[in-house]
């Protein structure tokens, strides 16, 4: 402790010289500042350290009460839109439910194809020669489309013709055999009786039957011979190949000199294609519940998918009458003309057909609810919502076409929430007059 009237250095510099008398007498010893920091600076750093507590705690309890005040506003204003909400109707959208179409356009793909399409092949072994026509070029019924040598053929038919004169040159021989033997006989058969013997008559008879069955031997051989030479006339016919009808030649497989086999096999190259296509066939695909709607002689629209703006017409013109069992679709034909060449064999085109409809209601998609009693319609009755069953027709996605469990002109809602109840009342938004088509 300082005594009265001294100071800290006055007591530093005194135990300062006592301690040390070699030490400075201006510089403090350690025991001197050991002795002060022990006396002075603890009762500063408690200061400290209550003062940084205090502003703490205060800091804290102001943060607590703070966020206490945001909580119990939130639950108030909370409160008070729950309040709000429950005395407050739900706001629904609604439609109109109008009669479906009577009819009902159907787009399907659909292929052309040529109204006669041929692949010719070579009736006779031998060697092309010569073709007249190429890809692309019109021809006409019976024009010639190409000439095929055959010197096998030619050879059968020059040794068909030697074996012809030879079987006719035997056939003569014959005959003069046949006429002696018939005369003889006839000579000894009138002979009056005991000039000739019985037996040499016989000989004679014997000899005529024979001499006629040689003859008709001969003449038979003749015959057979005879056809010969004619097939094999028949197939020099084929050495010129020609056309079976007017119409393109759209591909061709052969050229001067390549070796072509008659037959139609697999391992048979073809020589040309030829397709009539002054008019078109369209087969298209329809499912079995639209084909029963379909009739022969109904108008179809035909739309080509190249991008260019063309349609045409055509008519049903039959139908495959039976379902394929993988696909659960009919086969129809349509056949419209093709006079100016406009569409082509093979091409990809659209099909729209018109369908007769059931009488139905149409609401739209937004409409309709799936719940565990199957599709429903929420129906909008003096402010209050019914649940309605209803059986779906047909869905294009925007619309829905019902076959039952609504009426015409109901008033039904749109995107309805899955709290509301069956008799809950609810206030209506938008009313629709007209579901959208």
């Known amino acids: 402790m300082l005594r009265k009237g001294e ?42 350290m209550m003062l940084t507590a205090l502003v703490i705690v205060f800091g804290l309890t102001t943060a607590f009460f703070e966020v206490s005040r945001i909580r119990a506003r939130e ?44 692949t010719l092949y070579s009736r006779v072994n031998g060697y092309l020669a010569d073709w007249k026509v190429d890809i692309g070029d019109r021809v006409k019924k019976g024009q010639l489309l190409a000439t095929i040598e055959t010197p096998d053929l030619d050879a059968q038919l020059a040794a068909a013709r030697a074996e012809l004169e030879a079987a006719k040159a035997e056939a003569k021989v014959r005959r003069a055999d046949a006429d002696f033997a018939s005369s003889s006989y006839d000579r000894w058969r009138n002979s009056p009786k005991g000039v000739v013997s019985d037996q040499e008559r016989e000989e004679k008879k014997a000899a005529n039957d024979s001499s006629i069955a040689k003859l008709n031997a001969a003449t038979a051989q003749v015959a057979v011979d005879q056809a010969k030479v004619d097939g094999l006339m028949t197939l020099t016919q084929y050495k010129n190949v020609t056309a079976p009808f007017d119409g393109i030649v759209t591909d061709r497989r052969v050229d001067p000199g390549d070796l072509v086999t008659a037959g139609s096999s697999a391992s048979t190259s073809p020589l040309f294609v030829i397709q009539q296509t002054d008019k078109i066939r369209i087969f298209s695909r329809v499912p079995q519940g639209v084909a029963e709607g379909l009739f022969v002689g109904s108008t179809v629209k035909i739309m080509t998918a190249d991008g260019a703006d ?31 060449y406009a569409l082509s064999p093979g091409m990809y085109v659209c099909t729209e057909f018109h369908v007769a409809q059931a009488p139905s209601i149409e609401v739209p998609a937004a409409a309709i609810l799936f719940r565990a009693k199957g599709p429903q319609v929420a129906v909008v009755e003096d402010g209050k919502i019914t649940f309605k069953n209803v059986t779906i027709a047909s869905d294009d996605g925007d619309n829905v076409e019902l076959a039952s469990g609504i009426e015409v002109g109901d008033r039904v809602a749109l995107n309805i929430n899955s709290q509301i109840s069956d008799g809950d009342k609810i206030a209506i938004h938008n009313d629709t007059p007209k579901a959208q088509s």
């Open 310 to 340: 063309r349609a045409y017409e055509g008519k049903i013109a039959r139908t495959s009458a039976s379902v394929d069992p993988h696909a659960r679709t009919t086969l129809i034909e349509v056949v419209l003309p093709n006079t100016n």
């Open 75 to 118: 639950t108030d204003t909370l409160e008070q839109e729950t309040r709000k909400a429950a005395s407050t109707l739900p706001l629904v959208d609604v439609a109109t439910a109008n009669a479906g179409p009577t009819f009902k356009s159907l787009l399907l793909p659909g292929d052309t194809a040529a109204w006669y399409r041929t």
């Open 7 to 48: 100071t800290s250095a006055n007591v530093i510099e005194s135990e300062a010289s006592e301690a040390d008398p070699l030490a400075p007498a201006d510089f403090p010893s350690k025991d001197c500042l050991a002795t002060v920091a022990a006396e002075e600076y603890p009762k500063s750093t408690g200061r400290w």
